[in-house]
């Protein structure tokens, strides 16, 4: 346990997949890790490594420095700060709620200001990366908020990853986050369109991929999605519902700033019409299914 | 001069900006370069460095070991192949055509067919990259042909370039070559609309660019494309008009492969009611378009 860090205690609201890793990372960092987790049998392997679980969002928070929610979504935010024994039941002291979820940004935006009213001050701070990042201290933070909360929350932030950008106040992380996953979505169905097209006319799709890993447009994301491709490994790490989520949210974003958006709404229109279980496959399936089984 | 290369001649056929490019690195590599361009007076930056000029294609390419045209389009490659001296007038004795260009796939696979019964079988290699890349032989071509072909090839085409993929028969190159520029495509319309939905909300365009380059999703494309849009700088490079016909290509081959592609025809519907004038510009002005002007 590094000396360090001793004596950084943080409350972790929320243990799924990201929020395990996180709290796992801070613990061999030697921080102080109290958790809460709506079903309880989820704490499981951060008890293990060292933390502490809480009956309710309240005695997690009570004691800690810093406060962090990793939630699916607003509504079980709303719940897990203004319910019966929430986060906002607890004295603040100081302290600010970073979130580190993917939201709607008005609505995060509308809560944090609800949160603030009741003496938390909220910092969003949603990730860019996956489970992998999260263990390795590789995430980025598109964060929104007041200058002085941010800074507040920089410590904790710092720790988790190794890149924080402030783009703006409250709001501002999680439309950059969309803004983000539109990439994501573009460079998918692009792939998809792209490798379509080549096996169509039983081209090399490999090396295809070689070249675009040597050009310009080179990117980590193709070198994954492609490998997936050729390997036909789609196991579940990003689901194309979730994929689908952020660009419907990121489509009705950009109609609601006066824009019109062209790309997003195209692919909205190619999500929309799968089926629940197709969309529980990875986002990595969406080229597999434009461009066929694969044939290597 | 380099002795190693010594006694490889090259007879060059279009010299704008890529085969100029082109030619220059191949005079730097102790090659004899042979050029022909319809204007003449196009061809001195590579007479001032040691090519020869000459009246005919024919001409030119008497005497070379291998041939390379670099034309804007399919109408000029057959102009110059079976006009008067033409190419397809030289004696071919066991020589291939190389060439360099982006044509329609099948347009390109008809030409090498013609090309092949007049004794001149054809490889092509369009290219990924710029002038710059020409000039520093970091290149990659896509590569289409029969193999033997391909192999004849393969001592000019490393000289000029770091990579040579071989992806089918005749008209494997340009699908491929398509295939990448509608990844240039949605990765640049993309970018202009994650861009316009930050600054619709005054957020900080510089620090997204920062995290998407720290991200799983960074790619030399957003790098380049992302600072042309902070500096405002949209000299052209390659046009909107040049991406517009690539992307309609692709859509057209795509839709004609029986395939039902989104994102190639949402670009399209995107770049078509542009001004031509507005088409001269830079395909990175796609980004301020959509983004409206930069404010840094």
């Known amino acids: 346990m590094s000396r360090r860090n001793a004596g950084k205690r943080l409350a972790l609201i929320g243990c799924g997949a990201m929020g395990t890793a996180l709290g796992l990372r801070l613990l ?63 004295p603040a002291a100081g302290r600010r709620l970073v979130d580190l979820g993917t939201h709607q940004p008005t609505q995060l935006a509308a809560l944090g200001a609800e949160a603030a009213a009741a003496g938390w001050p909220l910092v969003e701070a949603p990730m860019t990366g996956s489970v992998h990042d999260a263990s390795h201290g590789t995430l980025h933070f598109l964060v929104g908020g007041a200058e002085a909360d941010v800074e507040w929350a920089s410590p904790l932030l710092w720790a988790l990853g190794r890149g924080v950008h402030h783009l703006g106040g409250l709001g501002a992380g999680n439309t950059a986050k969309l803004a983000l996953n539109l990439l994501v979505g573009v460079m998918a169905g692009g792939l998809g369109e792209a490798i379509a097209l080549l096996r169509a006319h039983g081209l090399a799709v ?57 790309l997003a709404p195209a692919l909205c229109r190619l999500l929309a019409p799968l089926s629940e279980e197709a969309k529980r496959r990875d986002y990595s399936a969406l080229i597999a299914d434009l461009a066929g089984a694969p044939s290597c």
Chains 1, 2 share one sequence.
């Not at 090396?207 to 980590?220: I, K, N, T, V, Y």
């Not at 193709?222 to 789609?234: A, F, I, P, T, V």
């Open 28 to 90: 061999g960092l030697g921080w102080e890790v109290r958790v809460y987790n709506r079903s309880p049998e989820r704490t499981a392997p951060l008890r293990d490594a060292g933390a502490s679980a809480h009956a309710t969002p309240a005695e997690a928070v009570a004691g800690a420095d810093w406060v962090a929610t990793v939630l699916t979504d607003s509504a079980a935010l709303r719940a897990l700060l203004f319910g019966d024994n929430g986060i906002a039941s607890a």
């Open 206 to 262: 490999d090396s295809f991929l070689d070249a675009l890993d040597g050009s310009g447009l080179a990117s980590p994301l193709y070198r994954r999605l492609g490998q997936r491709y050729l390997d036909g490994d789609h196991a579940p790490r990003f689901s194309l519902a979730n994929l689908e989520k952020d660009l419907r949210w990121e489509c009705e974003h950009a109609l609601a700033s006066g824009l019109q958006p062209r």
